[in-house]
């Protein structure tokens, strides 16, 4: 079975500044991996995604994510982050052998502070 | 727009009275799932629909039930809701795995509270 850490429960950062929100995953097979984001009182956005092929996937409003498959992480990061990015933000990861499900992270809380 | 549709967005119910919460999807898509979230939590899958085939997750209690009557709409039951199953529940659809699509598409959720 998979499981997925996210190790920051909280991350504040300051408008314009950088941002990594880590995320690490345990799976014996191959993987998908998503970051979801949820705005309060509102359902989770796909971010972004990795199936395959590069390694570095990016997202409309520049948030990117890096595959590693050595250190099995999907770090996402973002060069300047604005005050709507404050939400909270889920990795995920399924694999090919899983039935349709996606495991979860517990979710890192990124606090932008003006 | 194509998109997964949750009513009501808030739903309070009281202990011990049956609720049903509903999902609509105009994507198509042959799976459908229901998670619960509790504050600060990550969402938890309670169990999913391939098409009619109802697959429930081992640790869903009892007292949660769902319909799927057609492709488009499933729903929710809960028989008799404790306080302990208040909480954000999230309607989510994606399509067949074999056609090689993975990502699953989250409605708004309804957040239900219990008195």
């Known amino acids: 079975a998979q499981s997925v850490t996210q190790l920051d429960s909280q991350v504040p950062v300051f408008e314009e500044a950088p941002v990594e929100l880590r995320c690490n995953y345990s799976s014996s097979v191959s993987v998908y991996l998503f970051w979801y984001v949820q705005y309060p009182n509102q359902g989770l956005q796909l971010l972004l995604k990795y199936l395959s092929g590069s390694t570095l996937v990016e997202s409309i409003n520049g948030f990117e994510a890096e595959f590693n498959k050595s250190q099995t992480s999907f770090h996402l990061r973002k060069p300047s982050v604005h005050i709507s990015d404050t939400a909270e933000y889920f990795c995920a990861v399924s694999t090919s052998g899983s039935a349709r499900q996606l495991t979860f992270g517990s979710g890192t809380q990124l606090t932008v502070l003006p | 727009d194509a998109m997964v549709i949750q009513n009501p967005r808030y739903q309070v119910t009281q202990f011990g009275k049956p609720v049903t919460l509903s999902c609509s999807q105009t994507?198509?898509?042959?799976?459908m799932y229901w998670y619960q979230q509790k504050s600060s939590q990550a969402p938890k899958l309670l169990f999913h629909?391939?098409?009619?085939?109802?697959?429930n997750e081992a640790d869903t209690p009892d007292n949660f039930q769902s319909r799927r009557p057609n492709t488009s709409f499933c729903f929710l039951d809960i028989r008799s809701p404790g306080l302990g199953d208040a909480a954000m529940y999230l309607c989510a659809t994606s399509r067949d795995r074999q056609r090689g699509e993975y990502e699953q598409y989250f409605g708004p959720g309804t957040r239900l509270t219990v008195t």
């Open positions: 994507l198509n898509h042959n799976v």
């Open positions: 629909y391939y098409d009619k085939d109802f697959n």
